[in-house]
């Protein structure tokens, strides 16, 4: 398997523009994560789906940011306008239910 | 209640030494403690984890001890070398492994391994 697939691996933006990072899960993996990571903050949950409906977004920073899957196999985060603030890595994570969770690679995102 | 709590944020230990990370918990519904473990430019990947049902669990050179009363766990690297350089995470979560699939992580303890 080729584990959690996201892209961009990088992605340099001026503040306002619109990001999408993107992310395939594991074929047969039932839940997805998005995390994102800094220094000051760690590693923060954004939000998680479960059989592609949203469960839990309370960690979304504001309503700039905004997550999709429209299928098992896809899911994006948006975020609409960006800000220097959202720079970090973005990490997804994939699982199937009562299993261990497998992150990709991530996304780092440089606003400037 | 939420919040895990680790320490230290870094820590400097010689080739062979053992370092500790230690972690603290309040949510006493948690009954599954993962650890993982970060490369610079990769994504975490878990390393070991344990159930309050023990008190101490190995893997290779990996030992967690778990303090059920305390609501503390930690992480003991025997023979540390090199190669152990990276960030451990602990972490926290209700379920076998994840009942109800979030997992709560620590701020991270970023080792370096001296040769």
């Given at each position: 398997d080729?584990?959690?697939?996201?892209?961009?691996r990088h992605e340099v933006t001026e503040m306002g523009q619109e990001v999408t990072?993107?992310?395939k899960p594991i074929s047969g993996h039932n839940s997805l994560f998005w995390y994102r990571q800094t220094m000051m903050?760690?590693?923060?949950l954004?939000?998680?789906?479960?059989?592609?409906?949203?469960?839990d977004d309370s960690g979304m920073p504001e309503d700039r940011f905004s997550a999709k899957m429209p299928n098992a196999s896809f899911s994006t985060?948006?975020?609409?306008p960006s800000e220097p603030r959202d720079s970090a890595v973005y990490f997804c994570a994939s699982s199937q239910r009562d299993s261990e969770q497998y992150f990709g690679p991530g996304t780092r995102l440089t606003v400037t | 209640q939420q919040q895990v709590k680790q320490s230290p944020q870094s820590l400097i230990v010689q080739k062979g030494g053992i370092p500790i990370i230690n972690c603290a918990y309040e949510n006493t519904a948690f009954d599954y403690f993962p650890w993982y473990q970060q490369f610079p430019g990769k994504g975490p990947a878990l390393l070991i984890a344990i159930r309050p049902d023990v008190s101490e669990k190995k893997e290779g050179r990996f030992t967690i001890s778990f303090n059920k009363s305390a609501k503390q766990f930690s992480l003991h690297i025997m023979d540390s070398q090199p190669g152990d350089s990276a960030t451990y995470f602990c972490a926290a979560s209700n379920g076998p492994p994840c009942r109800d699939d979030k997992?709560?992580?620590?701020?991270g303890t970023r080792l370096h391994i001296l040769p």
């Open positions: 080729a584990g959690v697939i996201q892209s961009p990072l993107r992310c903050r760690g590693l923060e954004l939000i998680y789906f479960n059989n592609n409906v949203p469960i985060l948006k975020i609409q | 997992i709560i992580f620590g701020k």
